[in-house]
C-alpha cells in the first residue's frame, strides 16, 4: 500500500506539473484547450440526455443522475490531461511561488488567457455540431434549455456565490490529483468533483458557459448579452474560490510544513 504523500510533497509534485503546463509551447496550448473545451462538452450533453431519460418515471432523481452524468466529462478532461481554465490554478501558481526572484505573471496569464479563449472556441464548435437536428435524442434539446434558462435568471449575487464554490471545486481537484498515486485514484478523483459540480449545480465558467450556449442553440428564453453576464460573474467568481480559497491556502499549508520540517 502506497503512502499518502504529505503537503510538502504535494507542493513538489505541483511545482513539476506546473512547469510542464507553464512551458507548452503556443501550439500545444491552444490545442490542448480546444480539446478540454469540446470534451467537457461530452459531459453537459451526457447529462441532458440522462436527464431527459430519468425525470419522466423519477422526477427530481434525474438531477442526481444527470450529474453521476457529467462527472465522465471530467474524467476524460483529467485522463488526456487537457488544460482547462481553473483546473489550471494550483500547479502553475506553485511553481510561480517556488521560482526565486519572479511571480511569473506573464507565463500564468498567457495559460489562463489561452485556455480561457479556446476551451471557449473548442466547445462551442462542438456545441454547433450537437446542435444539428437529430443528433441528441428526443427530450434533450428541452433539458439542457431548463437549465440554461435557470442559470440566466437567477441573482448576479447567487451566480458569483455559486462560481466561488465552484472555482473551489475544480481548484481542489488539481490539489488532489498531485496527492494520489495511480491512474484509478485521478479517476475516481476527477468523477467525484464532476458529480459535486454539477449536482449543485455549482458553476465553472467554461461547463457554465457552454451549458447556456447549447441552451440557447435549442431556443432557450436567453439572450448573448445574458451570456456574456453569466461569463463575467463566473469568472470571477472562480477566481476567489479557486485561487484565494484553494490555491493561495494549500500552497501556504505546504511552504509551513516545509519550515517545520526544515
Do not use: C
Not at 45 to 67: C, K, M, S, Y
Not at 122 to 130: D, E, N, R, W
Not at 191 to 218: E, K, N, R, W
Amino acid at each position: 500500500m502506497s503512502i499518502a504523500p504529505d503537503p510538502a510533497e504535494i507542493f513538489h509534485r505541483a511545482v513539476e506539473e506546473g512547469e510542464r503546463r507553464l512551458d507548452q509551447s503556443l501550439l500545444e496550448l491552444v490545442s490542448t484547450s480546444f480539446i478540454a473545451g469540446f470534451t467537457i462538452v461530452f459531459g453537459i450533453v451526457a447529462l441532458g440526455i440522462v436527464h431527459a431519460l430519468v425525470e419522466p418515471r423519477f422526477g427530481d432523481v434525474a438531477q442526481i443522475a444527470g450529474a453521476l452524468a457529467l462527472g465522465v466529462g471530467v474524467v476524460f478532461l483529467v485522463i488526456g490531461r487537457a488544460e482547462l481554465f481553473n483546473e489550471n490554478f494550483f500547479d502553475p501558481v506553485a511553481k510561480a511561488v517556488a521560482q526565486s526572484g519572479s511571480w511569473m505573471i506573464s507565463p500564468l496569464v498567457r495559460l489562463w488567457t489561452v485556455t480561457f479563449i479556446f476551451n471557449l472556441i473548442g466547445g462551442s464548435l462542438f456545441a454547433l455540431v450537437f446542435s444539428v437536428e437529430g443528433v441528441l435524442p428526443t427530450g434533450t434539446a428541452g433539458a439542457l434549455s431548463k437549465v440554461a434558462e435557470e442559470i440566466a435568471h437567477r441573482g448576479a449575487l447567487t451566480g458569483f456565490a455559486s462560481a466561488i464554490v465552484g472555482g473551489a471545486l475544480v481548484s481542489l481537484l488539481s490539489f488532489l490529483l498531485e496527492s494520489v498515486n495511480s491512474v484509478s485514484s485521478r479517476i475516481t478523483m476527477a468523477y467525484i468533483v464532476g458529480f459535486l459540480l454539477a449536482l449543485g449545480p455549482f458553476d465553472h465558467v467554461i461547463v457554465t458557459a457552454l451549458h447556456v450556449f447549447l441552451g440557447i442553440l435549442f431556443g432557450a428564453a436567453v439572450g448573448y448579452g445574458a451570456l456574456a453576464q453569466i461569463i463575467v460573474i463566473v469568472t470571477a467568481g472562480n477566481l476567489v474560490g479557486g485561487l484565494g480559497l484553494v490555491t493561495l491556502t494549500h500552497i501556504a499549508q505546504a511552504r509551513g510544513a516545509e519550515e517545520s520540517n526544515g
